[in-house]
């Protein structure tokens, strides 16, 4: 009886059923690095390939989209956010669903060709972090597997049609740049603007 309960466990863990189980909430174990280089995804290209190991201090998953406009508004902040913290920070963009290779492919050429991205065409990863929208960010610290920050970039975007003159809340660089300073983030979660995410 016992094995069998070890095996079960196993199971839904390796699905992610008890992260799904439940909203993601700051303090809370998202994975360990095993279960993150577990996940199978494709490059751009279509090749399949498992999100890389990294021993920095953060992970940031930002959920992006070709076909989304505020995923190409966002992409020069996104790449310099990249360029700032880079070095303590691994940054991964994953595009949910199916789509057109060529379409992915110029998409990161054009938009991010600094950044990793993955397709997750099984949507396996986006439902077990709970992506709803892209731009969505996650932040995740990578020594523990404990949410550190989860939803939009900044304030920018009101709607996915809208945004504002300027910006007034940075909400990703002010968890990023707090967790590395040992500050404490007062802003863990802000519910993102974006285009919704397919569920299929």
């Known amino acids: 009886m016992k094995n069998i309960f070890f095996i079960t466990f196993l199971v839904m863990h390796s699905a992610g059923v008890f992260c799904q189980s439940s909203p993601l909430t700051t303090g809370k174990k998202v994975f360990d690095k095993a279960l993150l280089s577990s996940y199978l995804l494709q490059l751009p290209s279509g090749k399949n390939a498992h999100l890389p190991v ?10 992006l989209s070709p076909e989304c406009p505020l995923s190409k508004n966002y992409s020069l902040k996104l790449s310099d956010i990249k360029k700032k913290y880079d070095e303590h920070v691994s ?12 379409e992915v ?3 990161q050429a054009d938009y991010l060709p600094a950044w990793t991205i993955f397709r997750d065409n099984t949507l396996k990863l986006t439902h ?14 990578n020594q ?4 550190v920050y989860k939803g939009a970039i900044d304030d920018w975007a009101v709607s996915p049609g809208k945004t504002k003159s300027h910006y ?8 990023l740049s707090n967790f ?5 983030i007062l802003i863990s979660y802000h519910k993102p603007v974006g285009c919704f995410i397919n569920d299929f």
């Not at 990294?54 to 959920?63: E, N, R, Y």
């Not at 940054?91 to 060529?102: N, S, V």
């Not at 523990?144 to 949410?147: A, R, S």
Request: aromatic letters at 14%.
């Open 54 to 63: 990294s021993s920095k201090k953060l992970l940031v998953f930002v959920f």
């Open 91 to 102: 940054f991964i963009g994953i595009i949910p669903g199916e789509f057109d290779t060529k």
């Open 105 to 107: 492919v110029e998409f």
């Open 128 to 141: 077990y972090l709970q992506g709803k929208v892209t731009p969505e960010v996650i932040v995740v610290n």
């Open 144 to 147: 523990n597997g404990l949410l």
């Open 168 to 175: 007034s809340n940075f909400y990703l660089e002010n968890a």
């Open 180 to 184: 590395l300073n040992n500050k404490k």
